[in-house]
Nanobody, 123 residues
Framework: QVQLVESGGGLVQAGASLRVSCAASGHTFSNYPMGWFRQAPGKEREFVAGFSNSGRTAYGGSVQGRFTISRDNAKNTVYLQMNSLKPEDTAVYYC?????????????????WGQGTQVTVSS
């Protein structure tokens, strides 16, 4: 049984940094795409960052240069380091994993999702 558990969200001021984590169990995510998405109230789920099946990183346009995805295979954990946070980054952040070689960008290609962690950036 695959479980993805996010942690590390919270309330920060604009310009601050925050790191969220995703601990996976029951899944060897290093072989397949894995990503972070976010969803703000009234908006569609948006791709934030991810690892493709080849291990390459990918980022959404609005976070490029500010966010960094990384992973620790020994701990089966993926991280999202978020710097220079803006109020528009406020959303629930979800970790997701695939068990196939789908697109890293498309949420419909992901097989497993975490419960999400709230990130709120105040102005």
């Amino acid at each position: 049984q695959v479980q993805l558990v996010e942690s590390g969200g919270g309330l920060v001021q604009a310009g601050a940094s925050l790191r969220v984590s995703c601990a996976a169990s029951g899944h060897t995510f290093s072989n397949y795409p894995m990503g972070w998405f976010r969803q703000a109230p009234g908006k569609e789920r948006e791709f934030v960052a991810g690892f493709s099946n080849s291990g390459r990183t990918a980022y959404g346009g609005s976070v490029q240069g500010r966010f960094t995805i990384s992973r620790d295979n020994a701990k089966n954990t993926v991280y999202l380091q978020m710097n220079s946070l803006k109020p528009e980054d406020t959303a629930v952040y979800y970790c997701a994993a695939q068990e196939k070689y789908g697109s890293v960008y498309r949420p419909e290609d992901y097989d497993y999702w975490g419960q999400g962690t709230q990130v709120t950036v105040s102005s």
